[in-house]
């Protein structure tokens, strides 16, 4: 008589699990389905998305990082895909579509070698051979670039708001964009740009064409007594992070007044507190006040029959860009505050934009904060080009931080992809069907450049590969012809760090998601089954 084996559960009852084959197809599809989404985004041509949240807020956009932050994406492996658009947004500002749609391509490339019978482990070896040899012929093709190219400068602006909102004014907003991050550009041996100290302040109202750049800052903030002027001109500026107001005490305490007389020397007494330390801020030289603080009633007035102008609650951030534009110190004891403590600035003034009084902090001399008052016609085009501005104010600092600057319109891709093909050529083992599929997976930029700009991407493709081959390494597509040109010549360029950046992101996500052969997801709700076991996964939605 045989005996019937008992099958012994692991996981607790609701648990599911995917392993093997489907596993990874399962993976490959979420993140090939992440990067369709965002593909017809790419180019001067790319269209824009239409996302509504439950609330019913929308946002208009073609850029990558912000459509796949919007739509809240649940896949465990979708979210690696999100991770890829963050981390080339924060590292360059720019290229989140291009890094999520070669990364979807990897994976497309990498699920054809495998049915091929060629193990993951192999394709991802393969990937990262090929990823660390693309940098370097990235690296060979660059060119340099410092603060003096001015002309190239503003074509790396250009380039990146091409296919925007903003491309209607590109030339103006590239301008402002250049000046913007040569203001903030520090140079301690080697360049250092902090996009933080380009301040972009958004309004409301006139055209884009009326938008501006200030060497100072712009606050949402309006003088704080009607009676103040509304422009003062070589402003001493005092930076407060502190009250100009009694405080109330830290324990509670009781105050027991018999006389009348009291009562009065109690207000007597906070009036001269205050006045003491109005005059304080007086006595240092100080014709501008902004506190991070509240500012009493009866010091606002006292402040604005001196002709001091003054704004209270500024955030902190704004404080410190304020030290850094004005050159003044902040100061959190007023009994500190001292002469040399104060900024200066050109001129401080209250002006009017669109509905609301704003404060301009401007003319500051060798300000290391500037910012930008960027103006349209309704929120959504405001928000949108705010973005392009954004991604512009990136790829200009990218270039000049690394350096190096390479051509675009799917030039730099056609030519990578040549050299890696090459170089798989030179290798030996199933690695080179690896490298070659990720040169193949590269040349889906240009593809979709042509593809969105209603070309036929083999005829364009065709074209392009002819003119690398004979030695156009610049050779690029022109979405508008169909026709291949210079893209260096036509000012369509683009920083290394883009390029290396993106690839390198795309490949490392590409290669951890080939590892997965097993995705064990528990049930949200707690079982039965799973009472006082240890180590739940709890919260991995089912496969």
């Known amino acids: 008589m045989t005996q019937q084996i008992q099958p012994i559960f692991i996981l607790p009852e609701g648990a599911t699990r995917t392993s093997g084959r489907s596993a990874q197809k399962g993976n490959i599809a979420a993140a090939k389905a992440v990067a369709d989404s965002v593909r017809t985004t790419l180019g001067p041509k790319g269209m824009d998305k239409m996302l509504v949240d439950g609330m019913g807020d929308v946002v208009v956009t073609n850029d990558g990082v912000t459509i796949l932050e919007e739509m809240n994406i649940e896949h465990p492996t979708a979210k690696m895909m999100v991770e890829i658009a963050k981390t080339q947004e924060d590292e360059v500002g720019d290229g989140t579509t291009t890094a999520v749609v070669i990364a979807g391509e990897l994976l497309s490339k990498a699920e054809d070698l495998i049915d091929q019978e060629v193990h993951p482990t192999v394709v991802a070896r393969g990937y990262r051979m090929a990823a660390q040899k693309a940098a370097e012929i990235l690296n060979a093709m660059a060119e340099n670039i410092n603060e003096t190219d001015e002309d190239l400068l503003m074509k790396v602006a250009e380039t990146a708001m091409t296919g925007k909102g903003a491309e209607s004014s590109k030339a103006h907003l590239a301008e402002l964009s250049v000046r913007a991050v040569k203001g903030v550009m520090e140079k301690n041996g080697k360049i250092e740009i902090d996009k933080e100290n380009v301040k972009i302040e958004k309004k409301v109202g006139g055209s884009v064409d009326d938008s501006e750049l200030v060497q100072g800052i712009i606050m949402d903030k309006e003088k704080v007594h009607p009676q103040m002027p509304n422009r003062v001109k070589d402003a001493k500026v005092a930076l407060l992070d502190a009250a100009v107001e009694i405080k109330t005490t830290e324990i509670d305490a009781k105050i027991q007044i018999s006389d009348p007389a009291q009562m009065q020397g109690f207000i007597e007494m906070e009036e001269k ?153 030179s290798l030996s083992g199933r690695e080179q069907l690896a490298v070659n599929a990720f040169a193949e997976a590269i040349e889906v930029i240009p593809r979709t450049l042509a593809e969105n700009s209603g070309l036929d991407p083999i005829d364009v493709m065709a074209e392009l590969k002819a003119d690398h081959d004979k030695g156009s390494k610049s050779a690029g597509i022109d979405v508008f012809t169909g026709k291949t040109i210079d893209a260096w010549k036509e000012g369509i360029v683009e920083p290394l760090k883009i390029k290396t950046q993106a690839i390198s992101s795309a490949s490392e996500v590409a290669i951890m998601v080939l590892r997965i052969d097993d995705v064990i997801g528990s049930n949200k709700q707690e079982s039965p089954s799973s009472r006082g076991m240890p180590n739940g996964m709890g919260g991995m939605p089912e496969m």
Not at 348 to 370: P, Y
């Open 273 to 425: 507190i205050i006045k003491q330390k109005v005059d304080k801020i007086l006595a240092s030289g100080a014709n501008v006040v902004f506190c991070q603080k509240g500012i009493d009633d009866l010091a606002q007035h006292f402040l604005s029959k001196k002709g001091v102008y003054a704004a209270r609650r500024v955030s902190q951030s704004d404080m410190e860009k304020l030290a850094r534009a004005t050159g003044g110190k902040i100061v959190t004891k007023i009994d500190d505050l001292s002469a040399e403590d104060l900024g200066s600035a050109g001129v401080v003034e209250a002006k009017r934009v669109g509905d609301e009084e704003m404060t301009f902090v401007q003319e500051c001399k060798n300000a290391k904060a500037v910012t930008m008052l960027i103006r349209g016609g309704t929120e959504h085009v405001v928000d949108e080009i705010k973005r392009a501005v954004e991604d512009s104010i990136g790829d200009v600092s990218a270039a000049l931080t690394t350096g190096k600057v390479v051509a675009g319109a799917g030039a730099a891709e056609t030519e990578l992809a040549l050299k890696l093909k090459k170089y798989a050529q």
